[in-house]
């Protein structure tokens, strides 16, 4: 029971912030319509570690290429709502794109490789081989080495938007 609530504590915190900043009137505030995409992102995010953690192996076969999209867009996602706050004055994918451009190359290959497996194969690699850090190879191999890619995209994302995010609070306290 205390374990469904500590998973359940980011479902309902997000899911409470993708909505209450998504239904406002869009246009009057740019930063909140985009933290409530980024809220949007990060309420999947906890709906996937939900059904990874709890059990819900079926689910989360489903889910677990949406997890690797929705890790890798959530910091990006909050640089560009930094970047709203205080230097750009609307989102463009012309400008904002290369952002998020790793994360969805990256899906895109982390995809293909579960594509690429059966069902089975998939659960036993997020449940048995992934955990145990098991040798593998050929396709396996592939999806392993696109999920450790993923992983230290995500520390490398972690600190350069973090140091960026804050250079552009700091500069624009100055203003």
Not at 37 to 47: D, E, H, R
Request: net charge positive; proline share 5%.
């Amino acid at each position: 029971m205390i374990k469904l609530f500590l998973l359940l504590n980011p479902v309902y915190v997000t899911f409470f912030w993708a909505v209450a900043l998504n239904l406002h009137s869009p246009g009057r505030n740019l930063p909140r319509n985009f933290l409530g995409k980024q809220m949007t992102v990060a309420f999947i995010l906890y709906i996937s570690h939900l059904c990874y953690y709890l059990p819900l192996s079926g689910a989360y076969h489903y889910l677990d290429s949406v997890y690797e999209l929705c890790s890798l867009l959530v910091i990006p996602m909050y640089y560009i709502y930094i970047r709203l706050l205080t230097i750009d004055s609307a989102f463009t994918l012309r400008r904002h794109a290369r952002y998020l451009i790793t994360p969805v190359l990256l899906f895109v290959l982390y995809l293909a490789g579960v594509w690429m497996m059966s069902r089975e194969q998939h659960l036993d690699f997020l449940f048995r081989i992934m955990p145990n850090n098991e040798p593998v190879e050929g396709t396996l191999l592939y999806l392993k080495m696109v999920r450790k890619c993923c992983d230290a995209v995500f520390v490398l994302q972690a600190f350069l938007y973090m140091t960026m995010s804050l250079r552009l609070i700091i500069i624009n306290k100055h203003r």
